[in-house]
């Protein structure tokens, strides 16, 4: 199924601070496996396909564009689907878009408080899991695995390796960075951006790579994951009427506003020749 659906990637040029810039729409990929979620589940699904599970799990957010893509690719691939939310007062409420699409998508929800899903990766937690749910194929928050990472290196193409300087993405859990990173060629630097306060993602990619072409920046993730501001939304309007590009306010949207100001500060050298990674993620956009 997603070799099928793979095609070839557009690129789109545009100037920021007079400086001409690539970006890979990585949001065309696919309507509803949208940008690097096509990648981070290819050979998961491969994966639990070949290992013979029929069902998948996953877990996530109300709001969560890993939900939204897993919940469509189980869909596709016929497999059954359950996820764990993070907060139980959500049962509550009415089901939003994110959650209710995924739900018509035949994905069965979850709920549970904040303090268990904190839990999520302790072997205690997962060990109770694999009780409940011994015949579902587990996938990690975000879809972060050493699978997901494998299919992350094909976000970039030969030329791409060849063509291109400096490589910007934004970063949610730091898979999408970490294959961008191990696909690199010795020359490029890889320069992510957090949609998350602190460094402790920088510990996380560590983990995934020994490679030492990369940085991670927090500085513009505007407070935290998730939160705006109107400096941002502006800069987002703005862009989109004259780019003809959407973006979301929560991952891409953060790190084009923080290109433009390492730009126009110098921290970013205006020579290179800088590839932007658009992560798709367009089902979490915020109304106009």
């Known amino acids: 199924m997603f070799d099928s659906l793979a095609h070839t990637i557009p690129y789109q040029t545009v100037q920021i601070q007079d400086v001409s810039i690539t970006i890979k729409r990585l949001d065309l990929v696919h309507p509803q496996i949208s940008g690097n979620k096509f990648y981070k589940?290819?050979?998961?699904?491969?994966?639990?396909?070949?290992?013979?599970?029929?069902?998948v799990l996953t877990f996530g957010g109300a709001y969560s564009n890993h939900?939204?893509?897993?919940?469509?690719?189980?869909?596709?691939?016929?497999?059954?689907?359950?996820a764990i939310i993070r907060g139980e007062e959500l049962a509550q409420r009415p089901l939003n878009s994110t959650l209710m699409t995924a739900?018509?998508?035949g994905m069965q929800l979850e709920f549970i408080n904040?303090?268990?899903?904190?839990?999520?990766?302790?072997?205690?937690?997962l060990e109770q899991l694999q009780i409940r749910y011994p015949e579902h194929y587990v996938i990690p928050?975000?879809?972060?695995?050493?699978?997901?990472?494998?299919?992350?290196?094909?976000?970039?193409t030969p030329a791409d390796l060849t063509h291109f300087d400096l490589i910007c993405c934004a970063v949610g859990t730091g898979g999408?960075?970490?294959?961008?990173i191990e696909a690199s060629s010795e020359h490029?630097?890889?320069?992510?951006?957090?949609a998350l306060k602190g460094d402790f993602l920088t510990q996380d990619i560590q983990q995934w790579t020994t490679k030492r072409n990369?940085?991670?920046?927090?500085?513009f993730c505007q407070g935290g994951y998730a939160k705006t501001t109107a400096e941002l939304m502006h800069f987002i309007q703005q862009f989109e009427a004259q780019h003809q590009i959407t973006l979301e306010q929560v991952y891409t949207g953060k790190m084009l506003l923080g290109i433009e100001k390492m730009l126009q500060r110098g921290d970013i050298a205006k020579d290179q020749r800088i590839l932007i990674i658009h992560t798709g993620g367009l089902q979490g956009k915020s109304p106009s």
């Open 41 to 55: 589940l290819k050979y998961n699904f491969l994966e639990a396909q070949r290992l013979g599970f029929k069902k």
């Open 67 to 82: 939900i939204a893509a897993t919940a469509f690719a189980a869909y596709l691939c016929g497999f059954e689907s359950l």
């Open 103 to 105: 739900q018509k998508l």
């Open 114 to 125: 904040r303090e268990d899903y904190r839990k999520k990766n302790s072997v205690a937690f």
């Open 141 to 156: 928050e975000g879809g972060t695995n050493a699978l997901a990472i494998e299919g992350c290196k094909e976000i970039l």
């Open 176 to 180: 999408t960075l970490t294959g961008l």
């Open 188 to 194: 490029q630097q890889i320069l992510g951006f957090s």
């Open 214 to 219: 990369w940085r991670l920046t927090d500085e």
